[in-house]
């Protein structure tokens, strides 16, 4: 890590190795602007950084990794980054009980090669979740199209330890699977992205990775692939996840292809695909298995990469052809490609807008953005060019409810120090 000196605001809280400021910061950042960014090793270091930066009035943006700052319009740049990635130890990891409770920096991919051995994995497949934290993934809480099986991200959060804005340690739900009374401030933070507190400790619980990974995909026209998800969605089959995805410029007209992945013990897995297979009425164009279907899925995780638009429609998975509908006007401008969760109704579209249709795109978006709302949707920025988030707006009503997110926030980091906005 290259030294450099600290921001007199926070000088002296941390040892100057463990701050990083100028073009280190800007290194680390990917080019968003941070006045620093800072290491604490500990909870205490945590805590003392959050206390200074209130007596002094100096802003902070918790990060993991820092692999998707600056994204979704939820961070204001500048200010102090305090990143958790010295927080990266493994606390509590009981095999047997399927739970594990780790320090929020713990890496995605240190996570997997420590569960691997055990058989066990967390299923969370979010966009771009394996580049980051454990508290990355718990503080965005985005799932992807395994929540149909395993549940989202706030279900399999059991407990976290965070330092809210204003200093406070808090200590909330528990490290093992149980029920507990009362408000479950654990769902709050899960999601927060930032906004209330720094993630400084996080217990999930676990699953048996499963002994066989079956994807078969299903290609056709868009009309003829949407069948095919309504039937899969309709079965009563253990279906793990299905994703519907739309390629090349004439989305409108385009080919579409259908991936359904089947977990399980390696017989009943094939079996439940033959069933598929009987019920859909015409066999799949491929087959993957194993790792192949494993990587498959993998790549999809990260399929936006760094795109400049991302759009998320979310509406129930029994809209999911309108929903798609829209998604193609998106994509229309974008030339990109539309993905579409059949379980959880969630289609994202991304693409490379051209300079010149910014005005027409977010006119495009904000009429989607409309007709969605008024049929009890969503369409959210995942990312997007700059001129076109200022006209249309990263989210639409859904975001607030009616000034809670704000009282919420007050609550918890009062003066505010914390760049993350309410999400
Ligand atoms: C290509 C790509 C696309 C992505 N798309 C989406 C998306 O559409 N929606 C979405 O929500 N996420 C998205 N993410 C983020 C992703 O879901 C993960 O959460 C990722 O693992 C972030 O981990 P990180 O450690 O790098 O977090 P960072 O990039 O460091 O931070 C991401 C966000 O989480 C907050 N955060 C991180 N760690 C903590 C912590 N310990 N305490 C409190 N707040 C914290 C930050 O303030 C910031 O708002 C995307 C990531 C990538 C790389």
Redo the contacts with the bound molecule.
Sequence with gaps: MSIATAPTALSGVLPESRVLTGSAASGWTGGMPAEAVVFPADTDEVQALVRAANETGTRL?????????G??G??RVGGVIV??ARLDSVLHYEPADLTLTAG?GLG?RKLAALLEPNGQWLPVD????G???L???A????PGPLRARYGAVRDNVLGLEVVTGDGRLLRIGGRVVKNVAGYDLVRLFTGS??SL????RVSVRLFPRPEADVTMVFEGGVEEVLEVARVVRASPLPVAAAELVVRGAGVADGEAELAVRVLGGREEAEDVCSRLVAGIGAAPGGTMRGGESEVFHRRRI?W???LPL?V?LAALPGQLAATMEWARGVAGWTGGEVAGDVFGGVVRVKGSPGDDGAAELAETLTRVRREMEAAGGTMTL?QAPREVAARVGWTGAGGGGGGLAEKLKSLFDPRPVLQ?RCP
Excluded: D, F
């Design positions: 943006l918790p990060a993991g990794a820092g692999s998707w700052l994204a979704g939820w961070t990143s958790t929020a995605w979010g966009p771009g979740v580049v980051g934290t508290g990355g993934a503080a965005c809480g985005v992205r930032g507190g720094v993630i400084t990260e936006e990469g760094r991302v998320r995942s993350s």
